[in-house]
């Protein structure tokens, strides 16, 4: 079966950092792999997805992720946060089709 | 240029009630799917359905809840007898073409139930 894990439950960067969020899966196969973001009280954004081809994906906002198969490993990485960045941010894993299965999310706290 | 809509965006009930979430997808939409987010957990799939079909329905609780996608009108995702266990933020996705393509889902804002 699917399953993702985000090890980090909280982060805290200093405006202007660089930051790295962390994402294992477990999947047999070559999986989908999106990273969403989520605002207080509002839906979900998709910030960028991996299906195949070259394994640095870029996505809105300035994040960017990196798939290594060898890992398991799809972490999200911005080189320098913005205070509007602050949100909770879910990995997800699919196996084709929209039947996500989600992390548990990491909560971004920005400190100026 | 509505996106997913869902309503109502809290809603409250006794335990025993019944629960009525709406949802209704983007235009040119016909396929939903509703994931339930209990606190501090991610979202977990519930049901796929396309216009008056069930396509997946392996994530629901086997008791108590139904959903539907009526030719007309909105997708409904119905809680009978509703326990304190329910209490959670159910969100409506919606996309294009489903499961036949790579297109990713679009969220509504989600329904926070709470049961007292």
């Known amino acids: 079966a699917q399953s993702v894990t985000q090890p980090d439950i909280h982060i805290t960067v200093s405006e202007g950092a660089s930051l790295e969020l962390r994402c294992n899966y477990s999947y047999g196969a070559t999986p989908y792999l999106f990273w969403y973001v989520q605002s207080p009280g509002q839906g979900l954004q998709l910030l960028l997805k991996y299906f195949s081809g070259d394994t640095l994906v870029q996505g809105i906002k300035g994040f960017e992720a990196e798939f290594k198969r060898s890992q398991s490993s799809f972490n999200l990485r911005k080189p320098s946060v913005h205070w509007s960045d602050a949100a909770e941010y879910f990995c997800a894993v699919g196996a084709g089709g929209n039947k996500l299965v989600f992390g548990a999310g990491t909560i971004l706290r920005v400190k100026s | 240029n509505a996106g997913v809509m869902q309503n109502p965006r809290h809603l409250v009930r006794r335990r025993g009630q019944e629960a009525r979430l709406r949802c209704s997808p983007m235009?040119?939409?016909?396929?939903v799917y509703w994931y339930r987010q209990l606190p501090e957990e991610g979202l977990k799939f519930m049901v796929y359905l396309q216009k008056e079909n069930i396509i997946d329905e392996s994530g629901m609780p086997k008791e108590r809840f139904s959903a539907e996608f009526p030719k007309e009108g909105p997708s409904i995702l119905r809680i009978q007898q509703v326990v304190r266990g329910d209490s959670a933020a159910y969100f409506c996705?919606?996309?294009?073409?489903?499961?036949?393509?790579?297109?990713?889902?679009?969220f509504g804002n989600g329904t926070r139930l709470t049961v007292t």
């Open positions: 235009k040119g939409h016909s396929h």
């Open positions: 996705a919606s996309s294009p073409m489903g499961d036949r393509d790579n297109s990713p889902l679009h």
